[in-house]
């Protein structure tokens, strides 16, 4: 058994959780899961990013103290993460005292690769990020993401000299020590570090006050990214308490959209700090709605409430984890929603429990000796490569072979016969590959599988209500 430890991007609260938010989450739980099934020990990190020039305006907006704000959208994420059936171990917010207290013992570790200079440039407040001119002349000084100019930015502030790590990144990018997941984004990751100038990592006071204090001098707070990306950190008793368990982590999994700061600054920042890097870099896509990047300026922001009340927490899993692809940008549509749930959950997996569950009940067939699960090569190989959307797909294909072998070996012509021996063998090997199947979707689906388990328990007992009723 080992210990493993897995994080999640956190979000800022500068407004209600979406559906992209989910994704971090519905891949992270499935590792969590997965890594519980082969006999590992987990730690889940989650939490809430707080700090920033984007969360103060948005306070301030809205004409409420930063610090009711905070907490307010802080708690509409964790409820959020619970409601998607996902249980972390740890939650830190970065307002915190103790993670400012943990995150102020970073910055002093690395004071020795931080020096003040004169930034003199843009910044995206949108994306929290100071941006090169070439970006600014690229994008004709507004933000594609955001839609917003950029603002030029005049302020003595401190550098972190990314420069003094940037050959041991790269080497461990390359050797796979830290593997950056999909392989498409390694060679995007190298291409920006060998881009990469010194990052500037604090704000003037004067500019902004909504930070933490950068230790022995009070005219400048850190940068909201040094901050944030100490969570995975401080969450665990960094630096005061031994973390040679849990860290490296097994898995740290972020949007492609901020894959640059996990990749440059945080490998820099652990170098730094003399932690080896996380193994596995892991980014997923986004998910577009209608085709499009969602905003809210557009008006195409789907509520991730709605959908878990349309369809419950098995069909949100289901859709966001099957049919968003793990690493490219795909899809959300309620036509195409509606019908993974009822053509694939409802047919293919509830049809098929209680097919099997009818026929074994009727004619009084138990299982007898407990069922042991076998975990397939082909499915070990895509979760160890964290290709969850393809591992759904291979046990899915597994269901829709069952449901094909129900119909070619007609076990109730074999009732019909009279014969008991051979329908019991039957009914044994079709309920045995169901119950290994829904072993194999249980990191997925732990509600839905849970309860096919629960109907194959002694009394098989169909479900008097399907388990996807269709809707
Ligand atoms: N606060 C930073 C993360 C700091 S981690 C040390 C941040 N916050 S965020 O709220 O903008 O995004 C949080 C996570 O949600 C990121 O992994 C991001 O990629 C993900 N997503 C936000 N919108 C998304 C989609 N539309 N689709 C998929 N993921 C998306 O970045």
């Given at each position: ?13 500068n407004?209600?959780?979406?559906i992209?938010?989910a ?16 006999g ?11 700090h920033g020039g ?14 009711q ?32 207290k943990?995150c ?10 931080i020096?003040?200079?004169k930034?003199?440039?843009w910044?995206?407040t ?13 994008n004709h000084?507004v ?6 100019p ?22 461990s990018i ?13 060679k ?13 990592v604090s ?29 995975y ?11 040679d ?28 700090l003399?932690l ?5 870099l ?27 009340n ?5 069909g ?9 692809d ?23 997996l ?6 099997l ?19 397939p090569?082909?499915?070990?190989e895509?979760?160890?490569s ?5 591992a ?5 294909e ?16 074999l ?24 072993y ?5 689906l ?11 328990a002694?009394?098989?007992?169909p ?9």
């Amino acid at each position: 058994m080992s210990k493993v430890y897995i994080t999640t991007a956190i979000p800022y609260v500068n407004g209600q959780p979406h559906i992209g938010h989910a994704m971090d989450y519905c891949l992270a739980d499935v590792c969590v899961r997965y890594n519980r099934l082969i006999g590992n020990e987990v730690r889940l990190q989650a939490g809430t990013d707080e700090h920033g020039g984007k969360i103060f305006k948005k306070a301030e907006e809205l004409g409420k103290p930063v610090e009711q704000y905070v907490s307010e959208n802080a708690k509409k994420f964790q409820d959020f993460i619970h409601s998607l059936g996902v249980e972390y171990t740890d939650f830190v917010r970065t307002t915190d005292a103790e993670h400012q207290k943990r995150c102020q013992e970073i910055w002093k570790r690395l004071e020795s690769h931080i020096y003040k200079a004169k930034y003199e440039g843009w910044y995206c407040t949108g994306c929290e990020r100071f941006v090169t001119d070439k970006e600014v002349e690229e994008n004709h000084g507004v933000c594609p993401d955001h839609q917003k100019p950029y603002e030029q930015l005049s302020e003595e502030n401190y550098y972190f000299r990314i420069s003094d790590f940037k050959e041991q990144i790269v080497r461990s990018i390359e050797l796979g020590e830290m593997l950056v997941l999909p392989d498409f984004r390694k060679k995007e990751v190298l291409k920006l570090l060998d881009e990469s100038p010194d990052v500037s990592v604090s704000r003037s006071v004067e500019q902004l006050t909504w930070g933490v204090p950068v230790p022995g001098d009070e005219s400048q707070v850190m940068y909201v990214w040094i901050d944030a990306l100490s969570n995975y950190l401080t969450v665990l008793g960094y630096p005061e308490t031994s973390i040679d368990d849990w860290w490296p982590a097994q898995a740290q999994f972020v949007g492609k959209d901020i894959l640059r700061f996990h990749a440059i600054i945080w490998p820099a920042m652990l170098i730094g700090l003399g932690l080896p890097l996380p193994r596995h870099l892991v980014s997923h896509g986004m998910v577009l709605a209608n085709g499009q990047k969602m905003s809210k300026s557009i008006g195409n922001v789907v509520d991730p409430m709605e959908v878990l009340n349309r369809h419950g927490i098995d069909g949100f899993r289901y859709y966001f984890l099957r049919h968003i692809d793990t690493f490219a940008d795909s899809d959300f549509t309620w036509e195409k929603f509606d019908e993974a749930y009822n053509n694939e959950l409802a047919n293919d997996l509830g049809n098929l429990v209680q097919r099997l569950a009818t026929l074994a009940s009727k004619n009084n067939f138990e299982l007898g000796e407990a069922f042991e699960p076998v975990i397939p090569q082909e499915y070990k190989e895509l979760m160890d490569s964290f290709e969850y959307s393809k591992a759904m797909d291979y046990v899915w294909e597994k269901l829709q072979g069952l449901n094909r072998k129900i119909d070619e070996e007609k076990p109730w012509s074999l009732a019909k016969d009279g014969k008991k021996e051979e329908l019991d063998k039957c009914l044994k090997s079709l309920i045995c590959e169901l119950l290994n199947a829904n072993y194999l979707l249980s990191p997925f689906l732990p509600n839905a599988t849970e309860k096919v388990s629960a109907v194959f328990a002694n009394p098989i007992t169909p479900p008097e209500i399907p388990l996807f009723p269709k809707q």
